[in-house]
DNA sequence: TAAAGTTTATAAAAATATAAATAAAGTATC
DNA sequence: GATACTTTATTTATATTTTTATAAACTTTA
C-alpha cells in the first residue's frame, strides 16, 4: 500500500532516531521532539513508523515529572546487528554485537601479524566471512562493519598509512566490497575513546583524553563531544613528546620520547636489564622470551607486590603524568580516562601519574580534570568498533543517495 | 498587509543567510540552497524578504560553471553596524564597524588600565555610550556589541575570573542591560584567532593554532572550524608549558615556562640586565623605563637591525617553536599563525621558531602544519570581535524566544 | 480531596516547504 | 553555428510539517 521509500527526507530523521536509541537506550517521543527540534506529531509518526518497521519497541513508562508519564521506547537489538573487529600488531578478534551491544555469536581470536605481512587483508576478509556464515545471520541485517587498528589511519579516505597496504585501493572500499556490507575503520585509540565517551566512564563527557596504555602509548581525543584527529588524521601523538631532557634514544631521532621512556616495551626492557644486573624479583627472565611476553609477566607481577615491577612502572608513570600534565594545558579536559592494557595496572600507575599531573600542572588546570581507570577494559576496542558503525549510521543513507547521483552521472 | 514576524522558523533561516553573507561577501541561491540542505524557492523566498528589509544587495553575476550564471547577493554594508572592542592590560580600542567590516567612525583609544582598578568597568560603560551617540547611529542598528579582554573568561557566564570584576554578576548581562545592546565578550588570543580564521591568513580553514605574542604568549584554538576552549574555559594555556630544564622561575611555581623564558616582558628584562652589563646596543636604558616600553624598543630595534636585540628574540623563538612542536604533535594544526603585538618582528622569529619545530616534530607532523605570520596586525582582535558578534547572530532570536518564556514562566 | 497546573499524546486545520515542470542563460560538442 | 548539455531561477501543484485545540495522565497546592 505505502510506498517503499518515502524519501531520504523522512527516512534521515528515522536513522536519526535509531541512532539516538541506540545511544541512549530509551526516549520519549517529547524528548526526541525537543532534541531534534521537529514536532511532536513529526516524531510520533516516525516511531510508529519504526515501530512497524521492527526497529523500534515501546519500553514502558518513565517516571513523572510533574505531568504524564512519557511512553519510552527503545531500539529493538535484534533489529539489526553490528560486526565489530579489534585489530592488535598481532591478534585480531571479531565479535557480532546486537543493538543493546549484546555479543550474539562467541568470539573469534586468531593470529594477525600486521607487520610486513601482505597476507594479513585477505586473512582477514577470509575469516569475516567464515564468521558471519556461521552466525547464521543474514547480511542485510548486519548494520556494517566497524574495523579497528593500530597505525596510522585516514578514515575519510579509508586507508591505513602504516599496515594493511591495499595496493593505495581503500581498506574500507574493499572490505565494502568484498563482504556487502558498509564497513568503517579507525585507529585503536580512537575507537577506545569511543567507546569511553559512548559507554563507558566518560559517557557523554564532551572533552575527553583515552591513553590507551599498551606496548606504544596512544591517545584518543574527544573534542566537543567528537572524535578529534586534526588536520591529517595524526592529532593525538603523544609518544613523541619530550619528558627528559637527553633521555633514552627514540626510533624518531629525538632523546626523550615519550614511548622511549614509558612504554609497556620500554619498561619490559629495563625489567630484563634489570634481571641481568641481579634485581631481586619474582620476575624470570628466559632468553628465549620476546619482550612482550615479558611485558604481561610485568603487569601481573605488579600486580602480585612485585617491588622490581611496581618501582618500574611507577617510575613510567610518573614519566607518563609529566606528559598529561602538557596535555592538560593545552586540552582542559573534563576527564582523563586510562584504557588499553595497561589498564590493569591502573591501580598502581593512578598515584604516580597523579603526582606529576599536580606538580606540573598549574592548579586551577588540574583542579578542573578527573583522572579515571577504565572499566571496559579489553572490550573497549570492539565496542568502539561497534560505535563507529552506528556513529556513520544517519549519515549513510545521505551518502549513498548522492554516491548513486555521482554513479549515474559516469 | 504581511505580519511583522512570520516565526522563529523562517526568520531563522533568514538569520542564518545574513550571517553567511557575512562571512562569505557573496553567495547564489543555489550556494545557499545546497549549504543549508533547503529547496531554492525557500532560499529566493528568504532572500527577497531580505532584500525588501533591506539587508541584502544583489551583486552582480558571477562567472558560469557551465551554465546559466547565478546572480549573486551579499549583505547591504549599513543594514546594521557592529561595535568592536579590544582591550589589552592597559588600553582600550572602540570601533564601530559595518557589516563588511569597513569602519563607520573614528576610533576611540583610551587608558584603561585593568589590574585592581574597580572602576574600569564603569569607565569603559561610559566611554561606549558616549562613542555610540557621537557616532549618530541609532542603537537598535547595531547588531551587537563584541569585547576581547585579557584573563580568563567564561563565555558562557560572561565572566572574567581574573580583571572586570562585576561583583559576581556577568558581564554581558551588565553591559547588554547598560546600553540596551546585546553583548558578547571573549579573551583576546581567542578572538585574535576567530578573526585570523574568518577573515585573515587562515581563512576558512579548519584547525588553526593562532599565538598572540604580547606581553604574556597567549593561544587561541580553532578546533574543527570553531574557537576551542576546553572543559571549563581554560584550553591553550601555552604559557606554562616546561621548554627548559630547570629553567627561570615562573610566577606559577614552576621553573622553565614558556611565559617566563620566551615573553616579550622577559625578553625585556635580560635586555635591561645585558645593557647593565655593557652590552653594545643601540637600545637605551632609562632607570625610568618601565619594562613595557623596553619591550616596544626592543621590537624596533630589532627590525633595525641591532644584533643583541635580534639575539635576544631568536632566543625567546627557538623557545617558542619548542613549545609548538608540543603543541603540533597534540593538535596536527593546518595553520600556525603568528599574530599579536610581537608579529611585526614575525619574520625574525620565523627562522629559530621554524628550526625548532622542525627539530623536535616528527616530520610527518611538521610537514602538515605551515607557519604563517598574521595580515591583520593589530585590527586582529577588533575585527574577532566583530566576529564575535556575527558568529552569535543566528542563535539570538532562538535565545531570545527561549528567554522570554523563562521569563513569562517567571 | 478537589482544583489548578504540568507534561505528554492525538487529531484536526493551517502554514510551510519541496518536487516537478518550465523557462532562462550560459557552455561544450560536433 | 546549430544542437545538446549544464546550471540557475521561477511557478505551480503536491507533500510535509507545524500550530492549534483537545484530551489524557499525573503532580502539586489550597
Redesign the pocket.
Known amino acids: 500500500m505505502e510506498p517503499e521509500n ?2 531520504v ?2 527516512s534521515q ?1 528515522k536513522n536519526m532516531i535509531i541512532k539516538k536509541l541506540y545511544f541512549n537506550k530509551a526516549m ?4 526526541l521532539s525537543e532534541l531534534f ?6 516524531i ?2 516516525a516511531i510508529n513508523e519504526l515501530m512497524h518497521e521492527g526497529f523500534v519497541v515501546e519500553d514502558g ?1 518513565a517516571p ?8 519510552m521506547y527503545s531500539v529493538k537489538a535484534n533489529a539489526m546487528y553490528i560486526l565489530a573487529i579489534a585489530l592488535d600488531q598481532l591478534t585480531a578478534r571479531i565479535q557480532l554485537f546486537d543493538l543493546l551491544n549484546n555479543p550474539v555469536a562467541d568470539m573469534l581470536t586468531f593470529e594477525l601479524k600486521l607487520l610486513n605481512n601482505s597476507e594479513a587483508l585477505g586473512q582477514l576478509l577470509e575469516q569475516i566471512n567464515i564468521y558471519i556464515k556461521q552466525t547464521d545471520i543474514p547480511k542485510d541485517k548486519i548494520a556494517g562493519i566497524g574495523i579497528g587498528m593500530p597505525g596510522f589511519v585516514n578514515v575519510t579516505e579509508g586507508i591505513n598509512y602504516t599496515y594493511l597496504d591495499a595496493g593505495g585501493q581503500s581498506l574500507t572500499e574493499y572490505f565494502t566490497d568484498q563482504t556487502g556490507i558498509d564497513t568503517y575503520i579507525d585507529n585503536d585509540s580512537s575507537l577506545i575513546a569511543l567507546a569511553e565517551q559512548k559507554f563507558g566512564i566518560a559517557k557523554a563527557q564532551k572533552e575527553v583524553m583515552v591513553i590507551n596504555l599498551g606496548w606504544g602509548i596512544g591517545l584518543g581525543m574527544i573534542v566537543n563531544g567528537k572524535l578529534f584527529r586534526g588536520h591529517n588524521g595524526f592529532a593525538g601523538e603523544l609518544s613523541h613528546i619530550p619528558v627528559t631532557e637527553d633521555g633514552a634514544l627514540c626510533e624518531c631521532g629525538k632523546r626523550g620520547c615519550l614511548e622511549a621512556e614509558a612504554s609497556l616495551l620500554v619498561v619490559a626492557q629495563k625489567a630484563v636489564a634489570g634481571i641481568k644486573q641481579g634485581r631481586i624479583t619474582s620476575l624470570k627472565y628466559n632468553i628465549n622470551d620476546h619482550s612482550k611476553l615479558m611485558g604481561d609477566a610485568i603487569l601481573e607481577a605488579a600486580n602480585n607486590g612485585d617491588q622490581f615491577a611496581i618501582e618500574l612502572l611507577s617510575d613510567a608513570g610518573y614519566k607518563i603524568g609529566k606528559a598529561l600534565a602538557i596535555l592538560v594545558h593545552i586540552m582542559n579536559p573534563a576527564i582523563i580516562v586510562l584504557s588499553g592494557r595497561g589498564a590493569k595496572v591502573a591501580k598502581i600507575l593512578m598515584a604516580p601519574i597523579q603526582q606529576a599531573i599536580h606538580k606540573y600542572c598549574i592548579p586551577r588546570l588540574s583542579a578542573g580534570t578527573e583522572l579515571l581507570v577504565s572499566e571496559l577494559g579489553f572490550d573497549a576496542e570492539l565496542i568502539g568498533a561497534s560505535v563507529l558503525v552506528m556513529e556513520n549510521f544517519d549519515k549513510s543513507v545521505k551518502a549513498k543517495v548522492s554516491k548513486a547521483k555521482k554513479a549515474i552521472a559516469k
Chains 1, 2 share one sequence.
Do not use: E, F, N, V
Open positions: 518515502k524519501g527526507r523522512g530523521l520519549s517521543c517529547a524528548g527540534d521537529k514536532s511532536i506529531p513529526s510520533a509518526k513508562y513523572s515529572s510533574g505531568g504524564r508519564r512519557p511512553l
